[in-house]
């Protein structure tokens, strides 16, 4: 049973460029989710899927960032025109489907550095 | 809304002793759930365990120990005899019922001393 992967697991850029990180959840999990942590934070919500419709969005997503599930399995999070303020750790997240909460099992992470 | 704290930024002790951490959570809701995590210096969040805002029973999984106190709003993480592989920094997180994301405390640090 393999564990979430997200890929690549590190992303130095050049402000301005655009960036795509891939997440791969558990095969069996129908929920996908995508957390931003910064340094000595916790991680913050930015949005998430059930299968392949994108069913809440944060606040901290701002129009630049796009995240895509078209099969209802691998998700893909773009950030458009990067910004220093872009320089975090964007974690991918999956869980079943149900009434209860289920727990998130989280993949290592992307880390992403703007020069 | 939803609110998470960690008052203990950074922890220290020395190997085998005891260690509580602290977690206090808001929210209106009455059917919610707590959550735990561990962050080791590897850096994936691994999942340690789920409460809901229904049970109150104290929950032991070998040296790790929770106190659910719903009067208090707290739900609090004790390792006995600690070790050094216990280093690591601790997300307390609360998600309520019908709305899956999880908000996080901003963690505390452990360090275990050899």
């Known amino acids: 049973d393999t564990g979430v992967s997200q890929d690549p697991r590190h992303k130095i850029t050049k402000r301005g460029q655009n960036v795509t990180f891939r997440c791969d959840p558990i095969s069996e999990h129908n929920r996908l989710y995508w957390y931003r942590q910064t340094l000595g934070q916790g991680p913050e919500f930015l949005t998430y899927?059930?299968?392949?419709?994108?069913?809440?969005k944060s606040r901290l997503l701002s129009d630049r960032f796009s995240a895509e599930r078209p099969k209802g399995s691998f998700s893909t999070l773009e950030i458009q025109r990067t910004e220093q303020g872009d320089s975090a750790m964007y974690l991918c997240a999956s869980s079943l489907a149900g009434p209860q909460n289920q727990p998130q099992h989280f993949g290592d992470g992307t880390r992403l550095s703007i020069l | 809304a939803q609110k998470v704290t960690q008052a203990q930024t950074e922890i220290s002790v020395v190997e085998k002793e005891d260690v509580t951490l602290d977690c206090v959570y808001e929210t209106r809701d009455t059917t919610y759930y707590l959550f735990w995590y561990k962050q080791p210096p590897s850096g994936e969040l691994v999942f340690l365990i789920r409460?809901?805002?229904?049970?109150?029973q104290n929950e032991i999984s070998g040296r790790y120990s929770w106190n659910f106190q719903k009067s208090t709003s707290s739900f609090n993480f004790t390792i006995t005899a600690s070790q050094v592989v216990d280093s690591a920094v601790y997300f307390c997180?609360?998600?309520?019922?019908?709305?899956?994301?999880?908000?996080f405390g901003k963690g505390t640090r452990l360090h275990i001393l050899p």
């Open positions: 997180a609360l998600s309520e019922a019908g709305d899956d994301k999880i908000i």
């Open positions: 899927f059930q299968n392949e419709a994108q069913l809440e």
């Open positions: 409460r809901n805002s229904f049970d109150e």
